[in-house]
Each structure stands twice: as structure tokens, then as C-alpha cells.
Nanobody, 126 residues
Framework: VQLQASGGGLVQPGGSLRLSCAGA?????????MAWFRQVPGKDRDFVAVISRKGGNTNYKDSVKGRFTISRDTAKNTIYLQMTNLKPEDTAVYYC???????????????????WGQGTLVTVSS
């Protein structure tokens, strides 16, 4: 497994969670853009957020702007997704993914990503 996602769980509406995604030991992702996607049963995997390889640029799905923050710690080979003010519609399995930095495929398309984590379930419910 090249990427290991963790941090999911059950949270009440309005609550917060922080997801982590660690690269495998000996496998650097410093030359990769890193992203989070999410998926609910019966639907396609949906883009959530992306961060550039050096961390200077980020982009978000409109519905999570202002609530989610993606970040990366290159020294720890780890990315994070801080999620606040969670809503029931944020319930999904969240996947982290890595895309080679000069891959021209849009960052919002799953097809551009070479490596995927195993997914971590986030459930927002009272």
C-alpha cells in the first residue's frame, strides 16, 4: 500500500475531523500533487481538494470551500484534510490520491491519479 488514509469516524453535524494520508516508508510523494476525493455508494468518486507538490496552491470543491483545508507536511510525507462544520451530506468514504506534478490531466479527475489510499469512512449524523 503506497498511501495510508486514516482519521475517519462518526461525528455530529457541525463537528470537525482531521484526515491524514501517509506515504509508505521509502516512497516519497514530494513530486506529486496530492488530493482528496470522496465517494458514496452508487455514485462516482468526487473531487474534494488538491494541493500542489510544494503546497503553494490549493483548490476545493465549491461545497467545501471555507470548511475544509488541505495541507501537506513534506518532511512527514503526509497530507491532511481538516474538516470543520461538517454536514450530513459530507458523509462518504474519503480517499487520498497522488498525481505526478506535470501530469496534464485535470486535478479534479480521478483518472489522472496514479496512487490511491484505501479510504476512510466519515459519517456525519446526529
Amino acid at each position: 500500500v503506497q498511501l495510508q488514509a486514516s482519521g475517519g469516524g462518526l461525528v455530529q453535524p457541525g463537528g470537525s475531523l482531521r484526515l491524514s494520508c501517509a506515504g509508505a516508508s521509502g516512497r516519497s510523494f514530494s513530486n506529486y500533487s496530492m488530493a482528496w476525493f470522496r465517494q458514496v455508494p452508487g455514485k462516482d468518486r468526487d473531487f474534494v481538494a488538491v494541493i500542489s507538490r510544494k503546497g503553494g496552491n490549493t483548490n476545493y470543491k465549491d461545497s467545501v470551500k471555507g470548511r475544509f483545508t488541505i495541507s501537506r507536511d513534506t518532511a512527514k510525507n503526509t497530507i491532511y484534510l481538516q474538516m470543520t462544520n461538517l454536514k450530513p451530506e459530507d458523509t462518504a468514504v474519503y480517499y487520498c490520491a497522488a498525481k505526478w506534478y506535470n501530469n496534464d490531466v485535470s486535478t479534479s479527475l480521478p483518472s489522472g491519479y496514479s496512487y490511491w489510499g484505501q479510504g476512510t469512512l466519515v459519517t456525519v449524523s446526529s
